[in-house]
């Protein structure tokens, strides 16, 4: 079975500081994968998505992605984070041929004006 | 704002009880998604619909069952409600089920059983 792995469960920065979340999937064969955030108190919205091409995505909100097929990994970032960027962050993948993602358990991150 | 409707909102009750879970999903959408978000568990997929039919299961107790009617909205029915399915449910919809699709969640609905 597919598994999700997001090791920085709670990130605080600063205004303008660069963010890297990290985001590790166990199969290794072909994936998809997504980015989704959740603002306090509002619904899950999808950030961005790969399913081939360019490895590097870019999302909504300044954000970006890297799939990076021999490290298993998909890591967001931003090169300078605002205050509105604090919410939690969810990793998916779905693979195998299947259109159910399997969720990471998420980080949270805060930044400080 | 995704399109996608959830109620109730909140809901307490206690154990032993039973409930429903409503979601209307976006105009045009064939697929619903169930999810169940805990602390411990993070979110888990519980079961899917696609145009009235289910399509996909998966972590999803035997004492829980869902629907999807007619008019594509879903229900998620809970039943013999224990302390540990205190939980925040989430429901998505797609268009279709292809594995490129973008899942669109509503605000969930937050279950506290006592």
């Known amino acids: 079975a597919q598994s999700v792995s997001q090791h920085n469960h709670h990130v605080i920065l600063s205004e303008a500081a660069s963010l890297e979340l990290g985001c590790n999937y166990s199969?290794?064969?072909?994936?998809?994968l997504f980015w989704y955030v959740q603002y306090p108190g509002q619904h899950l919205q999808l950030l961005l998505k790969y399913f081939s091409g360019d490895p590097l995505v870019k999302g909504i909100k300044g954000f970006e992605a890297e799939f990076i097929k021999s490290k298993f990994s998909f890591n967001l970032r931003k090169p300078s984070v605002q205050w509105s960027d604090t919410a939690e962050y969810f990793c998916a993948v779905s693979s195998g041929g299947s259109y159910i993602p399997t969720f990471g358990r998420g980080t949270s991150l805060i930044v400080h004006p | 704002d995704s399109g996608v409707t959830q109620t109730p909102k909140h809901l307490i009750t206690a154990t032993g009880q039973r409930v429903t879970l409503r979601c209307s999903p976006r105009s045009g959408d064939l697929s619903v998604y169930w999810y169940q978000q805990s602390l411990d568990q993070g979110l888990q997929f519980l079961i899917q619909?696609?145009?009235?039919?289910?399509?996909a299961k998966g972590n999803i107790l035997e004492r829980f069952s869902a629907q999807q009617f007619p008019d594509l909205h879903s229900e998620l029915n809970l039943s013999s409600l224990e302390l540990g399915d205190s939980a925040l449910y989430f429901c998505?919809?797609?268009?279709?089920?292809?594995?490129?699709?973008?899942?669109?969640f509503g605000p969930g609905t937050r279950l506290l059983v006592l």
């Open positions: 619909y696609y145009n009235g039919e289910e399509r």
């Open positions: 998505a919809s797609s268009g279709g089920q292809a594995p490129q699709e973008t899942q669109y």
């Open positions: 199969y290794g064969g072909t994936v998809n």
